[in-house]
């Protein structure tokens, strides 16, 4: 039998992390022949309700679960793990500048950095989902000098996920006849859904929705406009759609994505087709390098690559420069708070 794997989630107690943890022991996450030992980091006051979580891990007897343990010492818990999920963050409070936000994150993040420079093991492998992603991930790494940058992404998965749906509707065609969709830049509004290399049942996708192939009007006003009013603001902002309907965040649906995003990047993407996530910029397609931002991205050999060579149309070009631009002022906020 295989050697369990250490998998460490922050934000235990939160409404992601209950729908993560029985996934990730099942089996969905590594596969059906990957022991995991769980590490759960909460806060003080939530640590009981991390207990309450474990015991009802127990009571599954899922035949991978190794073990659970709960801490709320941020060393502990990355002691010997292989895969970080950091769900845990803090959230957006009322009256809250985004420099605040970003700082109190800082102080979240800057920490764990460093206690999985220090405590993880060497193949570590760091999923931030906790918003703000792209940026709490930037800060995390800057304090793990010691881990190659390339570990440490950020969850755009559920963007992802969210535009392959909306467009398989659009299309009435199904979720797995849609390959090569896109998400650039950094997981927040500005976001940018690309269709423009995408296929739905192998042809091209804004050929089959009457798309002009430069994203210009053109003569098919209507399905631009179904592109500009409907697709691109639907996905960006279906967060805050389900908040209005459930009156509480995503949880499931985010919990899903996180599990896609390592199943993926440790077991590899299916040929013929590729995801997205937010990954160290290498400089390409223009996105300042260093940026934690999504990007087409196959996994091979348990590496993700950013899928190289693809042409970018000036109506994506707008879009990606816009939301790269917010995650370098993001970076730049950081930078002068002193969290990276
Ligand atoms: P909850 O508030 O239900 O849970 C968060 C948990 O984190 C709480 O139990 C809290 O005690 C814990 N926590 C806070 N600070 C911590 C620390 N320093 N160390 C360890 N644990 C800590 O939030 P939930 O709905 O689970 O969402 C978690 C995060 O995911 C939020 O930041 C949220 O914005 C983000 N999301 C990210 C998404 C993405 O696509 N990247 C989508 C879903 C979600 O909105």
């Given at each position: 039998?295989?050697?369990?794997?250490?998998?460490?989630?922050?934000?235990?107690?939160?409404?992601?992390?209950?729908?993560?943890?029985?996934?990730?022991?099942?089996?969905?996450?590594?596969?059906?022949?990957?022991?995991?030992?769980?590490?759960?980091?909460?806060?003080?006051?939530?640590?009981?309700?991390?207990?309450?979580?474990?015991?009802?891990?127990?009571?599954?007897?899922?035949?991978?679960?190794?073990?659970?343990?709960?801490?709320?010492?941020?060393?502990?818990?990355?002691?010997?793990?292989?895969?970080?999920?950091?769900?845990?963050?803090?959230?957006?409070?009322?009256?809250?500048?985004?420099?605040?936000?970003?700082?109190?994150?800082?102080?979240?993040?800057?920490?764990?950095?460093?206690?999985?420079?220090?405590?993880?093991?060497?193949?570590?492998?760091?999923?931030?989902?906790?918003?703000?992603?792209?940026?709490?991930?930037?800060?995390?790494?800057?304090?793990?000098?010691?881990?190659?940058?390339?570990?440490?992404?950020?969850?755009?998965?559920l963007d992802?996920?969210r535009a392959?749906s909306q467009?398989?509707?659009?299309?009435?065609?199904?979720?797995?006849?849609?390959?090569?969709?896109?998400?650039?830049?950094?997981?927040?509004a500005?976001?940018?859904?690309?269709?423009?290399?995408?296929?739905?049942?192998?042809?091209?996708?804004?050929?089959?929705?009457?798309?002009?192939?430069?994203?210009?009007?053109?003569?098919?006003?209507?399905?631009?406009?179904?592109?500009?009013?409907e697709f691109i603001p639907t996905v960006a902002k279906r967060g805050a759609a389900i908040i209005e309907a459930r009156g509480a965040s995503s949880?499931?649906s985010?919990?899903?994505?996180?599990?896609?995003?390592?199943?993926?990047?440790?077991?590899?993407?299916?040929?013929?087709?590729?995801?997205?996530?937010?990954?160290?910029?290498?400089?390409?397609?223009?996105?300042?390098?260093?940026?934690?931002?999504?990007?087409?991205?196959?996994?091979?050999?348990?590496?993700?690559?950013?899928?190289?060579?693809?042409?970018?149309?000036?109506?994506?070009?707008?879009?990606?420069?816009?939301?790269?631009?917010?995650?370098?002022?993001?970076?730049?906020?950081?930078?002068?708070?002193?969290?990276?």
């Amino acid at each position: 039998a295989k050697a369990p794997v250490t998998v460490t989630v922050t934000g235990a107690a939160g409404q992601i992390g209950y729908a993560l943890l029985f996934r990730v022991a099942s089996g969905q996450m590594l596969g059906p022949d990957t022991p995991v030992r769980l590490k759960l980091l909460e806060i003080p006051q939530a640590v009981k309700a991390a207990e309450g979580t474990a015991m009802e891990l127990d009571d599954c007897a899922f035949p991978l679960l190794d073990g659970v343990d709960i801490t709320d010492d941020t060393n502990r818990a990355f002691d010997g793990t292989s895969v970080a999920l950091l769900v845990g963050a803090r959230p957006r409070a009322k009256g809250m500048e985004r420099g605040d936000l970003l700082e109190a994150n800082g102080g979240i993040f800057g920490p764990q950095g460093t206690a999985i420079n220090e405590h993880a093991a060497d193949d570590v492998r760091v999923l931030v989902v906790g918003n703000p992603a792209n940026t709490n991930a930037l800060i995390a790494r800057s304090h793990a000098p010691d881990v190659p940058p390339e570990r440490f992404t950020a969850m755009t998965r559920l963007d992802h996920n969210r535009a392959l749906s909306q467009l398989a509707a659009k299309a009435g065609a199904s979720v797995t006849d849609i390959k090569k969709l896109t998400i650039w830049g950094n997981h927040s509004a500005t976001q940018y859904p690309d269709i423009f290399h995408a296929e739905i049942a192998g042809k091209k996708a804004a050929d089959v929705l009457g798309v002009a192939p430069d994203g210009s009007g053109g003569a098919a006003a209507d399905d631009h406009q179904w592109l500009t009013e409907e697709f691109i603001p639907t996905v960006a902002k279906r967060g805050a759609a389900i908040i209005e309907a459930r009156g509480a965040s995503s949880a499931a649906s985010a919990a899903n994505a996180a599990i896609d995003h390592v199943h993926d990047w440790v077991l590899g993407t299916p040929e013929g087709d590729w995801t997205s996530a937010g990954v160290p910029s290498d400089g390409s397609y223009g996105v300042a390098e260093g940026l934690i931002s999504s990007f087409p991205v196959v996994s091979r050999h348990g590496r993700w690559e950013i899928v190289p060579g693809l042409e970018i149309n000036d109506f994506s070009r707008a879009r990606i420069d816009a939301s790269v631009q917010e995650l370098i002022d993001e970076r730049e906020t950081v930078r002068s708070l002193g969290l990276i």
